[in-house]
């Protein structure tokens, strides 16, 4: 009885690990394509309602979710002006991400490219500067998504063969 | 406006450096009027109607060798928190050369201007910055109010002032009184058109001064358009409206009048000699469409020269132990 528990236990354990794994992929999409909206969201407000940094994170943050806490910060430190450029808040903020460790270090170095050419362009240029961005992010989300099918499917059987191989090595 | 707030609100525009100097240095703000600043030239501020050289220990000088340099660096940072980090948000103020902040600041900019077909398209290396220093000043129009009413209705009022001699701080606050009433008189429903978002001093769209409570106010709206749209939308008894002088002004405020809108506006010039010197205004004066002119005085600031009638007849005059300021 105590073998078949164990059996199961390390089953389900091996199972879950590979579960979590392929979590963070779909976590990395999700915050992909916040990101993504966020973009866009800024480039409609700059276009049509001429919003400065400071209104527009107030806004982000209470949009979103991956992005809310990093947003609220970001605002307080524009608000602060404490000597530092945008792009250095951003930089400084992005562990406030949730589920920033899901990101990979692509991900990171275009989400700090957006941060450092924010804020500081007129307005044709700053459109333009996001739409290029927005183009990059774009092709990351679907490279994402095409990864996370594969990656998912090797994650599930490898963790489930994995289970299975430990449970049947400890019996 | 309180004290405290407005230092804290020109503080924090600063660039770190000039922060700290004036944090070091105790400049009190509520007689402060201008911050100047020029790339590679001295710190220089306008304190009590004064020019004065400020030090690296934010002292006031006389001795423009001792000053604190200014640096591109400074005006660069000044120049991000001006604007939240979004120079872009700002195209259309510094294509007119200035900004407001919040506080009803103005930000004056100068440097190398980009022109597309003769027009100014924006303004890049910004290296001149003028900081002008808002000034809210409750009351300052009581003893003024009554010469602006007849038979206790507001009559059509020009308001005629130089640069910096209170024009805007004085139009604020009859604003205020018109629409909050008094003992004796209702409040009205005022309309007040702030392109420059100097009177209202708008964030957000709401208003930081105070502007009473049956006042209406399109913030960053050009004068024309904004004058209509009242009148077709708010119903308003009076709009107000702040620095006029062009043709489409002119027409815009006969339209406002013959709506049975009582009209308030502002005009540059030390006299009413100078407004009918002006191409478009002097047709208004000699028509004598305003029934109010009201002079504030060149040399001392914040103080009233005279208030006219519509046949130019004194029904104040500086100098007759009736004197009348806004400081």
């Given at each position: 009885?105590g073998?078949?528990?164990?059996?199961?236990?390390?089953?389900?354990?091996?199972?879950?690990?590979?579960g979590?794994?392929?979590?963070?992929?779909a976590?990395?999409?999700r915050?992909?394509?916040?990101?993504?909206?966020?973009?866009?969201?800024?480039?409609?407000?700059?276009?049509?309602a001429?919003?400065?940094?400071?209104?527009?994170?107030?806004?982000?943050?209470?949009?979103?979710y991956?992005f809310s806490?990093?947003?609220?910060?970001?605002?307080e430190?524009?608000?602060?002006?404490?000597g530092?450029?945008?792009?250095?808040?951003?930089?400084?903020?992005?562990?406030?991400?949730?589920?920033?460790?899901s990101?990979?270090?692509?991900?990171?170095?275009?989400?700090?490219?957006?941060?450092?050419?924010?804020?500081?362009?007129?307005?044709?240029?700053?459109?333009?500067?996001l739409?290029?961005?927005?183009g990059r992010?774009?092709?990351?989300?679907?490279?994402?998504?095409?990864?996370?099918?594969?990656?998912?499917?090797?994650?599930?059987?490898a963790?489930?063969?994995?289970g299975l191989?430990?449970a049947?090595?400890?019996? | 406006?309180?004290?405290?707030?407005?230092?804290e609100?020109?503080?924090?525009?600063?660039?770190?450096?000039?922060?700290?100097?004036?944090?070091?240095?105790?400049?009190?703000?509520?007689?402060?009027?201008?911050?100047?600043?020029?790339t590679?030239?001295?710190?220089?501020?306008?304190?009590?109607?004064?020019e004065?050289?400020?030090?690296?220990?934010?002292?006031?000088?006389?001795?423009?060798?001792?000053?604190y340099?200014?640096?591109?660096?400074?005006?660069?940072?000044?120049?991000?928190?001006?604007?939240?980090?979004?120079?872009?948000?700002?195209?259309?103020?510094?294509?007119?050369?200035?900004?407001?902040?919040?506080?009803?600041?103005?930000?004056?900019?100068a440097?190398?201007?980009i022109?597309?077909?003769?027009?100014?398209?924006?303004?890049?290396?910004?290296s001149c910055?003028?900081?002008?220093?808002?000034?809210?000043?409750?009351g300052?129009?009581?003893?003024?109010?009554?010469?602006?009413?007849?038979?206790?209705e507001?009559?059509?009022?020009?308001?005629?002032s130089?640069?910096?001699?209170?024009?805007t701080?004085?139009?604020?606050?009859?604003?205020?009184?018109?629409?909050?009433?008094?003992?004796?008189?209702?409040?009205?429903?005022?309309g007040?058109?702030?392109e420059r978002?100097?009177i209202?001093?708008?964030y957000?769209?709401?208003?930081q001064?105070?502007?009473?409570?049956?006042t209406?106010?399109?913030?960053g709206?050009?004068?024309?358009?904004?004058?209509?749209?009242?009148?077709?939308?708010?119903?308003?008894?009076?709009?107000?409206?702040?620095?006029?002088g062009?043709?489409?002004?002119?027409?815009?405020?006969?339209?406002?009048?013959?709506?049975?809108?009582?009209?308030?506006?502002?005009?540059?010039?030390?006299?009413l000699?100078?407004i009918?010197?002006?191409?478009?205004?002097?047709?208004?004066?000699?028509?004598?469409?305003?029934?109010?002119?009201?002079?504030?005085?060149?040399?001392?600031?914040?103080?009233?020269?005279a208030?006219l009638?519509?046949?130019?007849?004194?029904?104040?005059?500086?100098?007759?132990?009736?004197?009348?300021?806004?400081?």
């Open positions: 009885m073998k078949l528990i164990g059996f199961i236990m390390v089953f389900l354990g091996s199972s879950g690990i590979s979590y794994i392929v979590g963070g992929y976590v990395r999409i915050i992909l394509e916040e990101l993504e909206q966020a973009l866009q969201f800024l480039c409609g407000e700059i276009e049509y001429a919003c400065d940094m400071a209104e527009l994170m107030e806004r982000l943050a209470q949009r979103g991956y806490d990093f947003f609220t910060q970001l605002r430190k524009i608000l602060l002006c404490d530092q450029p945008l792009s250095a808040y951003w930089k400084q903020g992005k562990r406030a991400v949730r589920g920033y460790e990101l990979t270090a692509e991900d990171l170095e275009l989400f700090e490219a957006i941060g450092a050419n924010l804020g500081n362009l007129d307005r044709q240029t700053q459109l333009h500067t739409s290029i961005f927005s992010l774009a092709e990351t989300i679907a490279q994402a998504r095409s990864e996370y099918r594969n990656k998912a499917k090797v994650c599930s059987v963790g489930i063969t994995a191989f430990l049947i090595a400890l019996l | 406006m309180d004290r405290k707030r407005k230092e609100e020109i503080l924090r525009i600063l660039a770190l450096p000039l922060r700290r100097l004036f944090q070091e240095g105790k400049i009190p703000f509520s007689r402060l009027q201008e911050i100047r600043l020029r590679g030239q001295p710190l220089l501020v306008v304190y009590d109607g004064r004065f050289f400020v030090d690296g220990h934010g002292r006031l000088l006389q001795d423009q060798s001792k000053a340099l200014t640096g591109e660096s400074d005006i660069r940072e000044s120049m991000e928190y001006i604007s939240n980090f979004s120079l872009y948000a700002f195209e259309e103020e510094l294509r007119q050369g200035f900004l407001t902040i919040r506080g009803g600041h103005r930000i004056g900019v440097g190398k201007l022109v597309e077909d003769n027009k100014v398209k924006n303004i890049r290396h910004i910055l003028n900081i002008r220093l808002a000034h809210e000043i409750p300052c129009a009581d003893k003024i109010l009554p010469y602006l009413l007849e038979e206790g507001f009559v059509h009022t020009l308001l005629i130089p640069p910096r001699c209170g024009k701080t004085l139009l604020r606050d009859l604003v205020r009184q018109l629409s909050d009433g008094g003992e004796r008189r209702a409040g009205v429903t005022v007040v058109v702030d978002s100097e209202g001093a708008c957000m769209g709401v208003p001064n105070a502007l009473g409570c049956r209406d106010i399109l913030d709206c050009p004068k024309v358009e904004g004058m209509m749209m009242l009148v077709r939308s708010m119903a308003p008894q009076v709009i107000a409206v702040d620095e006029v062009s043709r489409e002004d002119v027409e815009a405020m006969e339209y406002v009048m013959h709506s049975g809108v009582k009209l308030i506006a502002t005009a540059h010039g030390s006299s000699a100078d009918r010197r002006k191409p478009v205004l002097c047709r208004m004066v000699k028509e004598q469409q305003f029934r109010r002119y009201i002079i504030l005085q060149k040399k001392q600031p914040g103080h009233l020269q208030v009638d519509e046949r130019e007849r004194f029904l104040f005059r500086a100098g007759q132990g009736r004197e009348w300021g806004t400081g």
